[in-house]
């Protein structure tokens, strides 16, 4: 069954210490991006990747690391630079180059206590 | 850079009933993609609809349609026959095309309209 996986669905973690979000895709998909979502706003886009081993800043990069070292995979770090790390995190993919449609994974939860 | 508003925080309708969300949004660009995503409660975001802004006939999707105006940077999603189902957050979002500089395909949102549909 294709889609994107997100693991785990709920994430808590003391702070201060770093943890890392899982994303997964088996639709072959080369672009694949991670978005942050808060109470009452739209979604932000933290980093991105168009190919392997290539990724760029979003709008909100400060304080979280990415790797691309595979095609299907997109991990994404949150530091403890990142000042305020609770938040639902989703990561989206879309198919390469002519290709405009992102499709979203199920989310994680992330709660620093 | 690009912006988009959707004006209307929160909207409840009647089932079987019709309801328009609005959305507007403000660019330089000529071209352009515009979509709607949904967001029930389980936060899975899933795609409702697509509007290539260089076509002028508006997009459908079964109960689903849009009222796309270029001059005024509008794209309204009317929802025909809600459906309990439908109760969601709706997201607007905005995407360069891949061709433009800079695009990368990168979504902008608006910040939802929370639909309820009542029974």
């Known amino acids: 069954d294709g889609g994107i996986t997100q693991s785990p669905k709920y994430l808590f973690r003391k702070e201060g210490q770093n943890v890392t979000l899982s994303c997964e895709q088996n639709l072959n998909h080369d672009a694949m991006y991670w978005y942050r979502q808060d109470p009452g706003q739209g979604l932000r886009l933290i980093y991105y990747?168009?190919?392997?081993?290539?990724?760029q800043k979003g709008d909100i990069a400060e304080g979280y690391s990415v790797s691309r070292e595979k095609k299907e995979s997109f991990p994404l770090t949150v530091t403890s630079a990142q000042k305020n790390p609770t938040a639902f995190y989703l990561c989206?993919?879309?198919?390469?180059?002519?290709?405009?449609?992102?499709?979203f994974g199920p989310g994680t939860r992330l709660t620093v206590l | 850079a690009q912006t988009v508003t959707q004006s209307q925080p929160e909207m409840s309708v009647q089932e079987a009933e019709t309801v328009t969300l609005s959305c507007t949004y403000d660019t330089s660009e000529n071209n352009y993609y515009l979509f709607w995503y949904k967001q029930p409660p389980s936060r899975q975001m899933i795609l409702v609809i697509r509007?290539?802004?260089?076509?002028?006939q508006n997009a459908t999707e079964n109960r689903f349609s849009v009222n796309f105006q270029k001059a005024a940077k509008s794209f309204s999603l009317k929802i025909s026959d809600s459906q309990l189902g439908d109760t969601a957050m709706y997201f607007c979002a905005f995407m360069k095309p891949g061709w433009s500089g800079g695009s990368n395909y990168k979504l902008t949102f608006g910040k939802g309209t929370l639909l309820t549909v009542n029974p």
């Open positions: 509007q290539e802004a260089y076509k002028q």
């Open positions: 989206a993919s879309r198919l390469g180059r002519g290709s405009d449609t992102q499709y």
């Open positions: 990747s168009q190919i392997v081993n290539d990724f």
